[in-house]
């Protein structure tokens, strides 16, 4: 089993910034791809980054491209998404997620909300 806490999320005005962060932890024997999705309330989950173990292959949604960075420490079984130009449409449960060899792992989300 792998476990994954996030941390970074908070209150966030329109063109600010923030940093999430995601340790992985357990297993971790045979991860292939880790990465970041969001929910806002009353939608479905959706991908924002994704970047393989190598660091190599990165996938950004079109929505975040360009505003967003996602990067990885294998050393210190990190990884992290910088958040630039944030817009209101951004607020969302942002959830850490790790694909292994043998499953597929959550975090329990941190939450990025937009203050007047």
């Known amino acids: 089993q792998v476990q994954l806490v996030e941390s970074g999320g908070g209150l966030v005005q329109p063109g600010g910034s923030l940093r999430l962060s995601c340790a992985a932890s357990g297993y971790m024997f045979g991860i292939r791809v880790m990465g970041w999705y969001r929910q806002a309330l009353g939608k479905q989950r959706e991908l924002v980054a994704t970047?393989?173990?190598?660091?190599?292959?990165?996938n950004y949604a079109d929505s975040v491209r360009g505003r967003f960075t996602i990067s990885r420490d294998n050393a210190k079984n990190t990884i992290d998404l910088q958040m630039n130009s944030l817009k209101p449409e951004d607020t969302a449960t942002y959830y850490c997620?790790?694909?292994?060899?043998?499953?597929?792992?959550w975090g329990q989300g941190t939450q990025v909300t937009f203050s007047s």
């Open positions: 970047i393989t173990s190598s660091g190599i292959i990165i």
């Open positions: 997620n790790c694909n292994t060899l043998v499953g597929t792992y």
